[in-house]
């Protein structure tokens, strides 16, 4: 017999989401209160990138999206009183009060705050957000100190695409104030986690590893606190950089080789397999896309732009003893690579090495970049590596270990992480592991070891006396002896 008391209290429970206003207006009625989006963060309980994906595309669900459209509804209520109270206040002014004081800066600039950083350019030049001719550059990059005249505020935007689509901004803060340096995040967790299962250190390591991910998170918004940059979580990307199908893969390459010397001379030989300590933490420094990815054509590569380029890559006559800087590939013809595989090709084609031919650039995705964007999330990681090394805190050294390989693994679209979608950045990180691991290769091949075997982004075997060549030691600067084995007969 079908229960029709539990339909009755299924419908009575059911309810209609409750709707939200367009992405455009939830930003303008935040900013509008001049409320950061750490400020509105806190008080709804979720983190500052979240509160940026709302605000470029994403809705919120459940409990959460109540209590934002009730700040949404407030603010826009609040707003329209002080508009009413504005309004009243000039109908009793005086007409006749045409003080100089009040007259505006018919400049349209925003009052100079002396920020060394900031420069006025001779000549305009293209922003790095969204294009347009700009007057001045901060940080050594060309940009609009007015929002209002950037064009990446919603202007350059296709407006052929769909609305969760639009929205991707990485907005100029132009002279904010530099904070106080980041906050102990990881050491505190550590306490936490070990006060809290008494002392057990497998148990708290086993709790903090589950937490990496959002904990990584939250350290990467503190790290950014007075960055010049809001990096907005949840931008619009090319077809190119999504999934061709659910449990597929984009069109990117990554570049990561599976190379092995074809040939050893002849006799006994004692290879050892080096270890890459933190090749993904030493990669969070590369160059990363800032604004919106723009398509472009032609063979040309602008250095102070970063994204991916549709190359045919050169041939490589050198595999005998050393690996393709593209990596392993069978498959002829042209493909999608990273800015760091392209940097890396343009390097070794250079004067200076001329190992191969430049590549040829068809057409490319990418915008204003910078190298230092993830700088201070990486010192941070970076510090704590070394000090848990140090103090033989195994706790902690797991701990930042799975927050730095976790956050790189899982900032495309995945499950895992909901607050940080770039599949930008996770392509040119993992490719930018691999360069740095080709770099390591090619010194020491230059200073007379035989290289045998180059994998993934972290494993390097060579004959020779290594130390020599490379430090030894836990560091990130460092390598690690992985295994000694023999080949060959004596």
């Known amino acids: 017999m079908t229960d029709f008391g539990a339909i009755d209290a299924l419908l009575a429970g059911a309810k209609k989401e409750v709707p939200l206003p367009s992405t455009e207006e939830r930003r303008t009625l935040r900013e509008e209160l001049n409320l950061s989006r750490a400020q509105l963060a806190q008080a709804l309980g979720v983190s500052p990138s979240t509160v940026g994906g709302w605000e470029s595309g994403r809705d919120p669900s459940g409990e959460v999206r109540e209590k934002y459209a009730y700040f949404l509804e407030g603010a826009r209520t609040k707003l329209a009183a002080e508009a009413a109270e504005e309004t009243a206040a000039e109908g009793s002014a005086s007409s006749g009060s045409d003080s100089p004081g009040d007259t505006p800066d018919d400049t349209g600039q925003a009052e100079d705050s002396g920020d060394d950083d900031v420069d006025v350019l001779t000549a305009p030049q293209p922003c790095v957000l969204c294009g347009e001719p700009a007057r001045h550059q901060v940080a050594g990059f060309p940009q609009h100190l007015d929002p209002a005249e ?103 390459w990554e570049a990561r080789p599976k190379w092995s010397r074809s ?116 010192i941070a990681l970076k510090d704590a590596r070394d000090r848990a090394i140090a103090d033989n805190d195994d706790v902690t050294l797991e701990y930042v270990k799975a927050m730095y390989s976790k956050f790189v693994s899982t900032m495309g679209e995945s499950n895992y992480n909901r607050e940080l979608y770039r599949t930008d950045w996770m392509h040119l990180i993992r490719s930018q592991a691999f360069a740095n691991l080709w770099w390591k290769a090619h010194r020491a091949y230059d200073e007379g070891l035989m290289v045998v075997r180059a994998m993934g982004t972290d494993e390097l075997h060579v004959i020779g006396d290594w130390r020599a060549v490379f430090a030894e030691g836990r560091g990130v600067t460092e390598v690690k002896v992985k295994d000694v084995y023999t080949v060959g007969a004596g």
Request: aromatic share 4%.
């Open 150 to 252: 950037c064009g990446s505020a919603g202007a350059a935007q296709p407006q052929s695409q769909p609305q969760s689509e639009r929205g991707v901004r990485v907005v100029p803060v132009g002279r904010r104030l530099q904070t106080a340096d980041t906050p102990d995040l990881i050491g505190t967790a550590v306490a936490s986690a070990l006060a809290e299962h008494s002392g057990d250190v497998e148990s708290a390591t086993k709790d903090l590893v589950k937490r990496a991910i959002p904990d990584a998170m939250a350290l990467l918004d503190h790290s950014r606190t007075g960055g010049r940059y809001d990096v907005v979580a949840h931008p619009w990307m090319p077809d190119v950089l999504r999934k061709q199908s659910s449990r597929g893969a984009d069109q990117i």
């Open 263 to 378: 040939e050893l001379p002849a006799g006994k030989h004692e290879i050892t397999a080096l270890d890459v300590n933190g090749a993904y933490l030493s990669a969070l420094k590369t160059h990363l896309p800032l604004g919106q990815l723009e398509h472009s054509t032609g063979n040309h590569h602008d250095r102070r732009r970063a994204g991916i380029h549709l190359i045919t890559p050169p041939d490589w006559e050198h595999d005998a003893y050393l690996p393709n800087p593209i990596g392993s590939r069978d498959e002829p013809g042209p493909l999608w690579v990273t800015e760091s595989t392209l940097r890396l090709l343009l390097r070794v084609s250079g004067p200076k090495y001329g190992l191969c031919d430049p590549p040829e650039i068809h057409e490319s995705w990418t915008s204003g970049a910078t190298e230092g964007l993830l700088e201070k999330f990486r």
